[in-house]
């Protein structure tokens, strides 16, 4: 069933990329930014509903580290801030936005990994951050293994979910939903007794006002997530591009403001700014 859903997704996707070639891909309208700035937009993929990183704001705005990556990447690459269009990728629809060339790039929380280098490139790193567990304040859940058994919330598409698979807990009830807020709100509810993802992610869900005190994180250190941006296979020049760019942001501190606005809240400790084109194992 899985399989034929995969298949069937990656036809779908073929034929569109033929459509879009047969139609020229390079209509203005339809741009998703050449790389030129001028008057032009630019569709950047980001998530929508993770605070701390990528959040549509209730009065349409954006925030998050992702969301100022992104602008700062699109500044150097010629578009001004009014010039972005933030698009929603979720976790499993983002090799598919690229390869329909729905956007340019992605900041979306997107870990490097060879199985994703096989559909698209990648720039950066520009986060290093590990797989966690997030449970309820009162929970015992204290490893990995402590999972087997019990309901388990990820994201499909998302490399928390295929880790939990391959090794974490294979024995656990995993339930995933297609974006992290649901398993948040599945929570609390009880409906599952625990959320795993990246502690970057985990950590801005559970400093949001409504879960103080609720929810505690594990503290466990289960995969190093080296965060990429996202571009359409074979686009090296803006790879190229995008990594003077995150150099750029790295040396001028404004990686370290950015860092510090939107974790600091959430108490969130990262990792120091990884050396671009350094992919820690
Ligand atoms: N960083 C992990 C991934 O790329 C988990 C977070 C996400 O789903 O975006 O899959």
């Known amino acids: 069933m899985k399989l034929r859903k995969v298949t069937a997704a990656a036809a779908a996707a073929l034929v569109l990329s033929l ?54 990447v699109a500044k150097e690459l010629g578009y001004e801030p009014n010039q972005i269009e933030f698009v929603e990728t979720k976790s499993a629809d983002r090799e ?11 900041a979306a929380t997107y870990s490097i990994n060879d199985e994703r280098k096989q559909k698209v490139d990648f720039a950066g790193p520009y986060l290093l951050a590990h797989q966690d567990l997030l449970v309820k304040a009162d929970s015992d859940i204290a490893k990995g293994t402590d999972l087997n058994g019990k309901n388990l919330c990820s994201v499909t598409g998302s490399t928390s979910a295929q880790n939990v698979k391959n090794d974490i807990a294979p024995k656990a009830n995993l339930k995933e939903y297609s974006g992290y807020s649901e398993c948040i709100a599945a929570l609390q509810s009880g409906t599952v007794d625990a959320v795993t993802t990246d502690d970057s992610i985990l950590a801005g869900f559970a400093a949001q006002s409504q879960y103080k005190g609720k929810f505690k994180l ?25 990594n003077k760019a995150l150099e750029k942001m790295e040396s001028d501190g404004s990686w370290d403001k950015a860092v510090k606005d939107n974790f600091g809240p959430a108490n969130y400790k990262n990792e120091p700014a990884p050396k671009i084109g350094v992919i820690v194992k």
Do not use: H, M, W
């Open 96 to 106: 598919n936005a690229l390869a329909r060339g729905d956007v340019k790039f992605i």
């Open 19 to 72: 459509t879009a070639t047969a139609c020229g891909g390079d209509d203005n309208d339809s741009d998703t930014g050449s790389g030129s700035g001028g008057g032009g937009k630019i569709k950047i993929g980001i998530k929508y509903d993770q605070p701390g990183l990528g959040l549509k704001e209730p009065d349409g705005s954006f925030s998050g580290f992702d969301v100022d990556v992104a602008t700062y």
């Open 218 to 242: 594990a503290g466990l250190k289960l995969s190093n997530e080296n965060y990429g941006i996202g571009v359409k296979k074979g686009d090296t020049a803006t790879v190229d591009k995008i």
